[in-house]
């Protein structure tokens, strides 16, 4: 009880407070698994989210704001326990949904389907996305880690971490023999999870991948550090990696 306290912090709200202009309850209100927003013409493809460990999907609006303005149909998919959804958070459950939920947008909506993933939802993003990888064209980590077992440590290098964790996230293990398009971002001053545990992931993750490092930003503030050109040069590398206009590999 204490990990899931330190490690999920859901907010719940009824559909009708989820919604708002541009975003509606997906797939039906009755059996909500997240918020749509579709692209002002024809949409090129979709790009699923899977948002951090607090508040819902309601809250990640800008993902969808940046998204649809590149033709792309933006699925911010929301967890159990979080939101309108009921249930427990907990890695098992989350990563089986998060399965459910690429699935059936998949299902629906066909390719190319991206898979982002932030913080938290970077991990839940790779274990799903390494088991659906079939139906997957890219995938991007914001923030991500390599093993949870190595932020908690971090943060409590006290404890012996490794012996006492439940989930483990392990998402360098993951994704190991994926091998679709990866865009792995950092945030240099990230103090939440830092930089160099999204350089040992990236490292861990096999050809096509480029990383980025956001200078100055942290894990919480990232967003500001990122314009429409940022975007439309990330989700062309996850589209077509031959065509990559945006940094180097590992710039800084």
Not at 96 to 101: F, G, L, P
Not at 125 to 152: C, F, H, K, Q, Y
Not at 205 to 231: C, Q, T
Request: glycine letters at 8%; zero cysteines; aromatic letters at 10%.
């Amino acid at each position: 009880m204490l990990q899931d306290r330190l490690l999920y912090f859901p907010e719940q709200a009824a559909v009708a407070d989820v919604v708002s202009d541009g975003l509606r309850a997906w797939p039906a209100p009755e059996t909500f698994r997240g918020l749509v927003a579709e692209p002002p013409g024809a949409a090129r493809g979709t790009a699923v989210v899977f948002h951090g460990n607090a508040g819902h999907a309601g809250h990640r609006s800008y993902y969808a704001a940046a998204l649809t303005r590149l033709g792309l149909r933006v699925i911010l998919a929301e967890y159990p326990g979080y939101g309108p959804r009921d249930g427990d958070p907990g890695e098992q459950r989350l990563n089986a949904d998060a399965e459910q939920t690429i699935a059936l947008a998949h299902r629906q909506y066909g390719s190319p389907l991206l898979v982002i993933g932030e913080s938290l939802g970077a991990a839940v993003a790779a274990s799903a996305a390494s088991r659906e990888r079939d139906m997957i064209t890219g995938l991007l980590l914001v923030t991500p880690w390599d093993r949870l077992e190595n932020v908690a440590a971090y943060h409590y290098p006290w404890l012996p971490v490794k012996w006492l964790l439940r989930d483990q996230y392990l998402s360098a293990t993951y994704l190991g023999s994926f091998d679709r398009p990866v865009l792995v971002v950092i945030a240099e001053h990230d103090r939440i999870v830092p930089a160099r545990f999204g350089e040992a992931l990236y490292h861990a993750v096999s050809d096509p991948k480029r990383l980025i490092v956001l200078k100055e930003a942290g894990h919480n503030d990232w967003i500001n550090y990122v314009d429409d050109s940022w975007w439309r040069d990330a989700i062309g590398f996850l589209l077509d990696p031959s065509v990559w206009s945006g940094p180097d590999k590992d710039d800084r």
